[in-house]
């Protein structure tokens, strides 16, 4: 059985539908890929598979349990089993980079507080950011930015990584050590990574599977392994999202 499962979905935000149609499902350990044009719902639909967001019309299934037929309860555990990291990092300010780290930890798990900093601080050593506990995300670069928040992300163990555009922004060298990083988790964890992503050099290294949501027709286009898409594809817009020259 699928560890994800998105059957028939619908996302509206009042009379505005952004997408709909929308099927797929992901496997435990896989690397799953959300692409489209900027403003197609990418961001929408992580939101609407974490529980932020609520359906129009369709079916989330966490191993074959429907999140919203679940109970408040039951809910509040399967968002334990999720780590996201969102487009904008969204790191406290406030905060210093460990006491962010410990925040899922808190929310989270039982831990004592002891064992939370040990497992925020082994998170951070796994990002590269052990020497940058005490530091204010105000004095972190762009991409030590978005691993401080990788850490966060992956704290408290998650089954499922949600990461929206982790390496946009960032410079080919800060992207391809996210990637790389990104795969490395999986292979110590054996999360499943949902990854909104524009990266060509990611979607084709490491995703395993993909959907190709289309900002005119409101659906998806394409689902497939990126780099089978790149050779079987026949839609324009999803063509010239794959065969795109390097600005
Ligand atoms: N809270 C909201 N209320 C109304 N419209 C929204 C909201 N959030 C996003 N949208 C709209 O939904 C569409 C998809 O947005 P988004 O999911 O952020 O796109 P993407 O991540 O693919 O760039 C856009 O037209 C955006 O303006
Ligand atoms: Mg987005």
């Known amino acids: 059985m699928a560890l994800l499962s ?44 974490i529980g932020l967001l609520c359906p129009a019309e369709g079916q989330v299934l ?21 780590g996201v990291l969102f487009q904008s990092a969204a790191l406290w300010s406030s905060m210093t980079v460990l006491e962010n780290v410990l925040l899922p930890l808190e929310q989270h798990t039982d831990l004592s507080e ?51 555009e982790p390496s946009a922004g960032l410079d080919p060298i800060s992207s391809k050590r996210l990637d790389d990083l990104v795969l490395d988790i999986r292979d110590r964890t054996g999360a499943a990574v949902l990854m909104v992503s524009h990266e060509l050099p990611s979607l084709f290294a490491i995703a395993d599977d993909s959907i190709f949501l289309d900002a005119d027709s409101k659906r998806p286009i394409a689902h497939g392994k990126p780099a089978e898409l790149l050779k079987t594809a026949d839609h324009p817009t999803v063509r010239a999202f794959l065969h795109r020259e390097k600005p």
């Open 62 to 82: 966490y191993d074959g349990q429907d999140y919203w037929q679940s109970s408040e309860e039951d809910r509040n555990k399967l968002r334990a089993g999720f």
């Open 6 to 49: 998105v059957q028939n979905l619908t996302m509206r935000f009042g009379d505005k539908l952004i997408q709909e149609e929308v099927s797929f499902e992901v496997e435990p350990g896989t690397i799953f890929a959300i692409m489209g044009g900027s403003g197609c719902g990418k961001s929408t639909l992580l939101k609407h598979l």
């Open 114 to 164: 002891n064992e939370r900093i040990d497992r925020a601080k082994e998170a951070l050593s796994w990002v590269e950011l052990g020497d940058y506990a005490d530091y204010s995300p105000a004095d972190l670069s762009g991409g030590m930015k978005k691993r401080a928040g990788l850490a966060r992300a992956i704290a408290a163990q998650p089954r499922l990584l949600f990461l929206d």
